[in-house]
């Protein structure tokens, strides 16, 4: 699942881990993510950190409360040991500054 207010990013997002993914679910905020990822239970989420309405740190954390073994990756353009440490807070198992979104797909090829 790819999660982004910015509908270029998800696209490009999409391009980059097509080949990584069979099926790809994307959403515009953190409210439509937690309800997909309910509904659909993907094995990784790629998340964005600054969205309007629920933000990824909020989503993410409300995600992981109800499903504990989600793999979810923080993305961002602010990479500050402050946003570093709310992602883990928050339950992500990475953290990715948009300037290096080849990153990503070393996470995913890395993880069983």
């Known amino acids: 699942m790819i999660v982004d207010d910015h509908a270029e990013m998800r696209r490009l997002l999409r391009s980059m881990l097509e080949d990584l993914a069979s099926e790809v679910t994307e959403c515009a ?19 964005d950190i600054t ?35 709310a992602a883990l807070e928050a339950g992500a198992c990475a953290f990715v500054v948009k300037d290096n979104l080849a990153e990503i797909s070393a996470i995913l090829r890395k993880q069983p």
């Not at 993510?33 to 993907?42: K, L």
């Open 29 to 47: 905020d953190g409210a439509e993510a937690v309800a997909a990822f309910a509904r659909q239970r993907p094995d990784w989420t790629i998340m």
């Open 51 to 85: 969205m309007k309405g629920m933000d990824g740190l909020e989503a993410t954390r409300r995600i992981r409360t109800r499903f504990a073994g989600s793999r979810i990756v923080m993305l961002t353009q602010h990479d500050t040991p402050q946003m570093r440490a």
